[in-house]
T-cell receptor
Framework: DSGVTQTPKHLITATGQRVTLRCSPR?????VYWYQQSLDQGLQFLIQ???????AKGNILERFSAQQFPDLHSELNLSSLELGDSALYFC????????????FGDGTRLSIL | AQSVTQPDIHITVSEGASLELRCNYS??????LFWYVQSPGQGLQLLLK??????LVQGIKGFEAEFKRSQSSFNLRKPSVHWSDAAEYFC????????????FGKGTKLSVKP
């Protein structure tokens, strides 16, 4: 058990819809990272928050957004969903520095019909 | 830009045989390197990490990895593979600085023959 909790485990929705993925980091970790894993793109970094503030952005689409709340949990919002957004979305948490390991949740599998 | 290459998409080894998974990275400064393992339907578990110092690092589950700066490599090894090691293995480089997002290779799927 990594200590990182992601909900829900599975999401099935339709094109054009909006969903919210939730992540609770390990106790004591201030940083939350979101990654997308798909067959064609592999594991791609989306966005990082550190203690409530956005710290780094990766290949995140404009239709996607995230935030980190005062209790340090984070939400990833995906809107105007397309078939290509079907993927496994991982949250990871860490202390925040580049030399700090990240601990991953079990992911949310998003299926767009 | 930083990148990680795992040349082998799929490797099959016999149980009890030794294992080496290859990883090459491209990074301008001293890299922070990681190996993760992903079992089907599960998240990624950290096997080991390299930040500095001794170039041979020990991890969990009997794995080790060796950092070779001259070859830009960080290969993962295990002397004797167990059937439970069948999984997908990802090498990653940390983006350094205060950010620390990871750049992953495409992964190597390991199958273990009885």
């Amino acid at each position: 058990d990594s200590g990182v909790t992601q909900t829900p485990k599975h999401l099935i929705t339709a094109t054009g819809q909006r969903v919210t993925l939730r992540c609770s980091p390990r106790s004591g970790d201030l940083s939350v990272y979101w990654y997308q894993q798909s067959l064609d793109q592999g594991l791609q970094f989306l966005i990082q928050y550190y203690n409530g503030e956005e710290r780094a952005k990766g290949n995140i689409l404009e239709r996607f957004s995230a935030q980190q709340f005062p209790d340090l949990h984070s939400e990833l919002n995906l809107s105007s969903l397309e078939l290509g957004d079907s993927a496994l979305y991982f949250c990871a948490s860490g202390r925040g520095g580049g030399n700090q390991p990240q601990h991953f949740g079990d992911g949310t599998r998003l299926s767009i019909l | 830009a930083q990148s990680v290459t795992q040349p082998d998409i799929h490797i099959t080894v016999s149980e009890g045989a030794s294992l080496e998974l290859r990883c090459n990275y491209s990074y301008g400064a001293t890299p922070y390197l990681f190996w993760y393992v992903q079992s089907p339907g599960q998240g990624l578990q950290l096997l080991l990490k390299y930040f500095s110092g001794d170039t041979l690092v020990q991890g969990i589950k009997g794995f080790e990895a060796e950092f070779k700066r001259s070859q830009s490599s960080f290969n993962l090894r295990k002397p004797s593979v167990h059937w439970s090691d069948a999984a997908e293995y990802f090498c990653a480089v940390g983006d350094g600085g205060s950010q620390g997002n990871l750049i992953f290779g495409k992964g190597t799927k390991l199958s273990v023959k009885p």
